[in-house]
C-alpha cells in the first residue's frame, strides 16, 4: 500500500501515514495552481492588464513659435471686441458707467440723449493693422513686408490705441477711463512687439535673447 497523498510506502495495517500524517483511504484534492491544466491561479497571482496613465492632449510647442505673430495678430483683433473704455454714464444722465467696446467705437457710437460719435479712424487702424500683419504671412506678394511688419505692426498698434483714447474722449465731452479690453490690447501689442524685435534681429524667442536685449540697450 501507498499514501494516496504523499506516495510514501504503509506498512500493513497503518491507519496513518507517517510521513505526512494522512489518514489510510483519503486523499485531499490538489489545489490548483499557476500550472494546473485547469488554468486557475491562486488570487495573489491572478495576471493583471497594467493601467497605462492618462494621455493629456500636448501643445506643439514649434506650432506656437512659428505661428507666434500671427496668433497675437489674431487675438489683437478678438480683443477689439472686448468693452475697450468706460463711459461716466452719470455726466449724461444715466445710472452707471457705460462700457464701449473697440468695435463700436471704430463704427462710430450712438447715445439715447442724441448724442455721439462718428468713425473712429484709430480704432480702425487697430483692426485692420494686426489683419495686414497675418495677411503677410500667408499672401506671396506681401512677403517682401513681412520682416518690416514683425515690429511695424504691433507698434503702430500701440499708437493707434492712444491715439482712439484721446479722440474719443475729446469728442463725446465726458469722462472716459481705460476700461479691461484696453490694457489686455496693451499688453498683447508689447509683447507682439517684443517677439516681432527679436525675429527682425534673427535672434531666438528665449528668455536669454531677452536678456541680451536689454543688456544691449544699458
Known amino acids: 500500500m501507498f499514501c494516496k497523498q504523499c506516495g510514501t510506502s504503509l506498512p500493513e495495517g497503518a491507519r496513518v ?10 486523499a485531499q484534492a490538489p489545489q490548483p495552481t ?12 491572478v495576471p493583471t492588464e497594467p493601467v497605462q496613465p ?12 512659428k505661428n507666434i505673430n500671427t496668433i497675437l495678430a489674431v487675438i489683437a483683433v478678438i480683443l477689439m471686441f472686448l468693452p475697450m473704455f468706460a463711459i461716466n454714464g452719470k455726466e449724461l444722465g444715466y445710472g452707471n458707467k457705460l462700457s464701449v467696446s473697440g468695435f463700436e467705437i ?18 480702425w487702424l487697430m483692426i485692420l493693422i494686426p489683419i495686414f500683419a497675418i495677411l503677410t504671412n500667408y499672401i506671396k506678394q ?17 499708437i493707434c490705441l492712444f491715439l482712439a483714447k484721446s ?17 489686455l490690447y496693451l499688453l498683447v501689442s508689447l509683447f507682439w512687439l517684443l517677439v516681432g524685435y527679436l525675429q527682425y534681429k ?16 544699458k
Open 106 to 123: 471704430a463704427k462710430g457710437l450712438d447715445l439715447t440723449d442724441g448724442s455721439g460719435t462718428s468713425a473712429n479712424f484709430f480704432a
Open 142 to 158: 506681401l512677403f517682401s513686408l513681412k520682416k518690416v511688419t514683425l515690429f511695424a505692426a504691433p507698434l503702430i498698434s500701440v
Open 202 to 217: 534673427n535672434m531666438p524667442l528665449t528668455k536669454d535673447s531677452v536678456v541680451t536685449l536689454i543688456n544691449q540697450k
Open 54 to 65: 492618462a494621455q493629456l492632449p500636448t501643445v506643439n510647442k514649434e506650432f506656437i513659435l
Open 167 to 183: 479722440t474719443f474722449t475729446s469728442v463725446i465731452n465726458v469722462t472716459v477711463s481705460s476700461a479691461l479690453g484696453f490694457w
Open 17 to 26: 501515514c507517517p510521513n505526512c500524517g494522512m489518514a489510510v483511504g483519503t
Open 34 to 45: 499557476s500550472s494546473h491544466p485547469s488554468g486557475n491561479y491562486p488570487a495573489s497571482t
